[in-house]
């Protein structure tokens, strides 16, 4: 089907650039861009006042399929994807089995094929992602790995670290690490400030990340490996980052949401859906990861979507598993705490959004242009809506932003040339058998 995109803002995240105009979308591709375009047999959107950009993807996004399904599974997760404005999404490794071997790699992808949008996995770096021995990391790659990561499981041997690397960069696939030193996090619930001592639980200090963020960048910088630091969270982490990058060290970061929005106090009252990790830190960190991003010491805005159960987070702080959903809300809280306050421009908030997150895991795209494929995300940034977990197509509910007023909300996510979404409703005959991986 043929779709032209009628008066929308064109948003060019390399060129740092923002233009008026149309837009003809033909056979899953961009074909044409300019003004007063004509096309007699395109259905028509209009897209005045309101931002059109390459697909928004996601590089840190945990689908939890095979094994966790009563959490999400590809459909779900894709699914809210597709309500979040995000094209694309990179999945981690700690399913079960652990994608650690090509065939759960092969799963994953052949599930892909009927979501609502691509999805690219990631492979396991050790086996069982144990931290012990090596994964077939030609093999990952062979099956369609796009990068390697133990996720939340951090890699604490430096020599084993340092081997991961080295083959890593033979092979191209970057490593995305969760930088933790977990004898230093070890038993923390929450960041170590004045918080958990009025909650009577233990912290986890920023130095747990700090030390590895430190310790693997020194190890990208002596292998030459591709090095990116999944949500760092803290003042000290931001400036390792930066300082690494003005040495050259191939080193790219990522922020979370939630960790340039809340600070410790969200976890007052025992509020599990605050539990993550890393930790929600001091307004001092938030305030550092958002000089981080405007300054571009920061790459990359994902979510860490992190979906439990309900009854998973409904127990006590200490026994509750870490981590929120992230991919309804994400878009969100981009426009209204970064772009309307005026610490991100719109080019910039979108490359951190589609451009930098492709680069990244070395793929192609992030760009409206002739020839393109038409992974397009268009933006109302005055639409406003209240958050509302009830609504969400994610399977698990735990968001601490329940009730939140959020403005600039995805109102079309199209994947090769379909619209997946529109106008904040999921076109579920073009969710099925999309094929679009």
């Known amino acids: ?11 060019d995240p390399v060129a740092a650039t923002m233009q008026q105009l149309d837009l003809l979308v033909d056979q899953g591709l ?47 997760g894709t699914r809210a994807a597709a309500m979040g404005g995000f094209t694309a999404v990179a999945c981690m490794p700690n399913t079960n089995p652990v994608a650690d071997n090509a065939a ?33 990391m030609a093999d990952l790659k062979a099956a369609g790995a796009v990068a390697l990561s133990d996720d939340g499981k951090p890699v604490m041997d430096a020599g084993l670290m340092r081997r991961i690397m080295q083959y890593a960069g033979m092979l191209g696939l970057p490593v995305i690490s969760h930088c933790e030193d977990i004898n230093l996090a070890a038993g923390g619930q929450i960041h170590e400030g004045a918080v958990a001592t009025m909650l009577g639980l233990k912290g986890i200090p920023a130095a747990a990340e700090e030390v590895m963020v430190a310790r693997d960048i020194l190890l990208a910088e002596h292998t030459g490996c591709r ?25 790219t970061a990522e922020a979370t949401p939630h960790h340039f929005t809340l600070t410790e106090d969200a976890v007052q009252g025992f509020n599990t859906n605050a539990k993550v990790n890393p930790p929600l830190r001091r307004k001092i960190d938030v305030e550092a990861i958002k000089e981080g991003l405007a300054d571009g010491t920061i790459d990359v805005i994902a ?5 439990h159960a309900y009854h998973e987070k409904d ?28 610490i991100l421009t719109v080019p910039q908030a979108v490359a951190k959004l589609s451009y930098h997150p492709r680069r990244v895991l070395g793929l192609d795209g992030g760009v409206l ?23 969400m ?31 904040r409703q999921l076109r579920i005959e073009n969710v099925l058998d999309n094929n679009a991986i």
């Open 315 to 342: 127990v006590e702080f200490q026994y509750a598993p870490t981590g929120l959903i992230g991919l309804e809300t994400a878009v969100g809280l981009v426009f209204t705490e970064l772009v309307q306050t005026g």
């Open 227 to 251: 090095l990116h630091l999944a949500h760092i969270s803290t003042a000290g982490s931001v400036r390792l980052v930066r300082q690494a990058k003005e040495r050259g060290v191939k080193v």
């Open 303 to 307: 979510t860490d979507h992190a979906p």
């Open 30 to 76: 961009v074909v044409a861009l300019g003004t007063d375009l004509v096309a007699p047999e395109a259905v028509v959107i209009d897209a005045v006042d309101r931002y059109v950009c390459p697909g928004f993807f996601d590089l840190h996004v945990h689908l939890r399929e095979p094994g966790y399904e009563y959490k999400e599974d590809i459909a779900s």
């Open 1 to 11: 089907m043929q779709y032209l995109i009628k008066g929308g803002i064109v948003v």
């Open 393 to 423: 197509q994610s399977k698990s509910k735990n968001t601490p932003f329940t009730g939140w007023r959020l403005t600039g909300l995805p109102v079309i996510t199209m994947v090769a040339g379909k619209i997946i979404m529109q106008e």
């Open 104 to 136: 759960v790699i092969s799963y994953i992808l052949e599930k892909a094929r009927q979501a609502a949008t691509r999805v690219y996995p990631i492979g396991a770096m050790t086996k069982g992602s144990q931290g012990q021995e090596l994964t077939e």
């Open 369 to 391: 242009e002739p020839g393109a494929v038409a992974d397009i995300t268009i933006i109302d940034p005055n639409l406003t809506e209240i958050v509302d977990p009830g609504k």
